[in-house]
């Protein structure tokens, strides 16, 4: 079993990290259904809103939330975002993640991580622009990986009452100049799942960021429930949208040593590190070499003002 529609020959690979991995073991899942967490750093998890906070499962290891926690995200506007925060009562240890500081550009390839549905058998629909091929979705359950590249204009993509800022990636054939070596779609829990990218295309030198949350797909009118035909878009929130938001409240912005492990006003407290032995005799010394300067200057004073 496995993640995310895959248009490959066999849709079986891709389970294990892609080259380069980072961020791979980042992507974990709620046990008890099918859904996706993205693991940011100091113990704060990022998934869809409508996944919820609750149980999560990192390495096959299951790691409980701080109660009172999760932190819904909002818009400019009051309206709530279909991403949510919560913080995990221990620390399973992972990297902290990079959080892109700039939307992805159109044509942008991307990839795509998550826990979800996997590909089912093939399927051709006869819709009024022709013959549509796809794949139906199966159960699945084990991580995997795809590409995919950002095809839709950035913008607000609306749920209930309010909405989120997302980027689209349309899923096309393997045979078309616009598919990916990977293209992949995503399927039913793959929501919350990650999508990385360059954090500058420009310097791709610069490395990896997470560039999204997976949230939504939109299919063809005519397709059969839970498919994925080609056409059909995955919609990512656009974290870079809600990045200053995740930092307050996550604090992966501050040196490691001064995160603060609760909710907050977003400051960084006060660097707490202990200084080391060198850095503790250096101040030393010159605290006492300026105590030898004051009474130094403190006998000349005396003495010229003695009769």
């Not at 990022?46 to 009172?68: K, L, N, S």
């Not at 492990?261 to 605290?287: I, K, M």
């Amino acid at each position: 079993m496995s993640a995310l529609v895959l248009d490959a020959s066999d849709d079986t690979g891709n389970t294990t990290p892609p080259d380069p991995a980072w961020g791979w073991s980042n992507v974990g899942t709620r046990p008890g259904g099918t859904s996706s967490v993205v693991y940011l750093g100091n113990r704060w998890v990022a998934t869809a809103a409508h996944i919820g906070a609750g149980i999560t499962e990192f390495g096959g290891i299951r790691y409980e939330p701080v109660a009172g926690s999760p932190v819904q995200l909002k818009n400019p506007d009051g309206t709530k975002a279909d991403l949510i925060l919560f913080q995990l009562r221990t620390d399973p240890e992972l990297p902290t993640l990079e959080l892109a500081q700039h939307p992805p550009r159109i044509g942008q390839e991307v990839t795509l991580v998550a826990q979800g549905s996997a590909r089912g058998h093939p399927i051709t629909v006869d819709s009024e622009e022709g013959l549509i091929d796809g794949f139906m979705w199966a159960e699945g359950g084990t991580r995997r990986w795809g590409t995919n590249q950002v095809t839709g204009t950035l913008g607000p993509v609306r749920h209930g009452e309010g909405y989120t800022q997302a980027f689209a990636m349309t899923f096309e054939a393997i045979d078309r100049p616009a598919s990916t070596a990977y293209e992949a779609a995503a399927a039913l829990g793959d929501s919350g799942g990650a999508v990385f990218g360059h954090a500058d295309v420009l310097q791709p030198e610069r490395g990896l960021a997470l560039v999204g949350i997976i949230f939504s797909v939109s299919n063809r009118p005519d397709a059969p429930h839970r498919s994925s035909l080609y056409g059909s878009a995955t919609f990512a929130a656009d974290l870079a949208f809600y990045r200053d938001q995740i930092l307050q409240v996550t604090h992966l912005d501050c040196p490691p040593n001064t995160r603060r492990s609760g909710l907050n006003d977003g400051l960084c407290p006060p660097d707490q590190t202990p200084l080391s032995t060198t850095s503790s005799r250096l101040y030393l010394a010159v605290f006492v070499l300026l105590l030898g300067l004051v009474a130094g200057l403190s006998f000349l004073i005396r003495r010229r003002s003695s009769p």
